[in-house]
Nanobody, 133 residues
Framework: QLQLVESGGGLVQPGGSLRLSCAASGFTLDYYAIGWFRQAPGKEREGVSCISSQGATTYYTDSVKGRFTISRDNNKNTAFLQLNNLKPEDTGVYYC??????????????????????????WGKGTLVTVSS
């Protein structure tokens, strides 16, 4: 079965850390850019961080710069998002996505144009991150 599976979410206090994983099965991630998106209650989905297929370029939305780190291990067919110094506004469902047609910068995958993101090849089902004291 071709799928992405996220894991690593949970309940954490403000200032805490989590490490999210995005594991691919049924296909290899080598040729896909990976993006992490989140959807907070009552809000639209937003691009949080993206990385190109070989990791040459990365992108972070302004609100997470300096706190989140995206990485990938193509040998393990897995991508990661390290979340540090978490804030209540980071609460939401975090989804990973894989996109095979990224020929430019990772930012192009993460930033919506005219309200739309690229038509991703795969989406995971999401993992919930709750930041609360």
């Amino acid at each position: 079965q071709l799928q992405l599976v996220e894991s690593g979410g949970g309940l954490v206090q403000p200032g805490g850390s989590l490490r999210l994983s995005c594991a691919a099965s049924g296909f290899t991630l080598d040729y896909y850019a990976i993006g992490w998106f989140r959807q907070a209650p009552g809000k639209e989905r937003e691009g949080v961080s993206c990385i190109s297929s070989q990791g040459a370029t990365t992108y972070y939305t302004d609100s997470v710069k300096g706190r989140f780190t995206i990485s990938r291990d193509n040998n393990k067919n897995t991508a990661f998002l390290q979340l540090n110094n978490l804030k209540p506004e980071d609460t939401g469902v975090y989804y990973c996505a894989a996109y095979s047609k990224l020929f430019g910068d990772a930012k192009d995958m993460c930033v919506a144009r005219n309200g739309r993101y690229y038509d991703m090849d795969y989406w995971g089902k999401g993992t919930l991150v709750t930041v609360s004291s």
